[in-house]
């Protein structure tokens, strides 16, 4: 039967990871004093040392890293307990995971995201931000709901459904100084010269195979120099001189002066963006998350 207290447990898990009684004390907002003694009543408690303690040393014994290796996560799963029970009290009883790319959280997303919650306050939503590949990976898994997964697939996965939320023109990011930043425009074609940086295809593999169709169609294949997961990453690159890109006009936002932006005279030079699903999914609460976001965001030229 297990005697020991949470706060026994949380002594001896800030110690384990910390190595130091004095640094956990810190950690824990505790005195060492209460520290050290709800450790030693575990320790007596489970009738053997987890500490090898010596003045200038803490390290853990073999029942203490067995001890740690098996409660490891503990906490976490208790705190998730009280926080599921209380949204329950409250009357939270469905639960929706969504994922998104940070890179496209863009206004009118955000207030979808706030219309649907205060519209369904049965609903627990829980977002996270993760790179394309991953999300499709988790959507077909089971862990994520849906996902604003960014560029649309060029291959549809049959066991999922698409859904064009937005689109937004694609920009030739450049370095201050470049020979063409005093262009008003350009072809992709004036690229072809140039080193690339990219988002990479295992990141966000719909959005690297747009690049690479747009530069093949325009009778070359880009010399990729550098690769990142997030768009954000490939735009400081670029600021720092490492190459040039072609991105999402979203992106640009916060780069300011550090990087110049000219618009593609391609008509075909712009992204859309889908929300997927699993097929057969459409059930509650993710069927009125589906409504709110098909009667709000159709896709918008410019956007």
């Known amino acids: 039967m297990i005697d020991f207290s949470i706060r026994e447990l949380e002594c001896f898990m800030a110690v384990a990871e910390e190595l130091s009684f004095t640094r956990a004390a ?13 450790v030693q009543a575990l320790e007596g408690k489970l009738g053997t040392a987890l500490f090898q303690r010596s003045p200038r040393n803490v390290s853990l014994t073999a029942a203490g890293r067995a001890f740690l290796a098996d409660t490891k996560g503990t906490l976490t799963q208790l705190q998730r307990a009280c926080d599921s029970a209380k949204r329950v009290g409250r009357g939270e009883t469905l639960r929706l995971s969504i994922g998104f790319v ?16 205060a519209g369904h306050l049965d ?28 560029a649309t697939p060029e291959k549809r ?27 008003r425009s350009v072809k992709v074609a004036d690229l072809s010269r140039e080193s690339f940086v990219s988002v990479s295809p295992e990141s966000a ?9 747009l530069c093949c169609d325009a009778g070359f294949r880009p010399k990729v120099v550098h690769e990142a997961i997030r768009g954000q990453a490939v735009a400081v690159m670029v600021a720092a001189g490492v190459g040039i890109a072609i991105l999402p006009a979203s992106l640009a936002r916060n780069c300011g002066e550090s990087i110049v932006t000219l618009p593609i005279s391609d008509p075909r030079a712009s992204v859309t963006y889908v929300f997927a699903h699993r097929e057969g999914q459409l059930v509650e609460p993710l069927l009125g998350f589906v409504k709110e976001l098909r009667r709000c965001s159709a896709p918008k030229p410019g956007r």
């Open 26 to 38: 810190r950690r824990l907002r505790l005195s060492q004093p209460p520290l050290s003694r709800h």
């Open 205 to 213: 593999p719909c959005f690297a195979a747009q690049i690479q169709r």
């Open 102 to 117: 940070s890179a496209v959280l863009d206004p009118s997303l955000i207030s979808l995201l706030q219309r649907y919650r």
């Open 123 to 150: 609903v627990q939503l829980t977002l996270h931000d993760s790179p394309p590949a991953d999300q499709l990976r988790a959507l077909v898994e089971g862990r994520l709901d849906g996902g604003f997964v960014g």
């Open 157 to 183: 996965t049959s066991d999922l459904v698409l859904i064009p939320w937005g689109r937004e023109p694609l920009l030739a990011f450049l370095p201050p100084g470049h020979r063409l930043s005093k262009s």
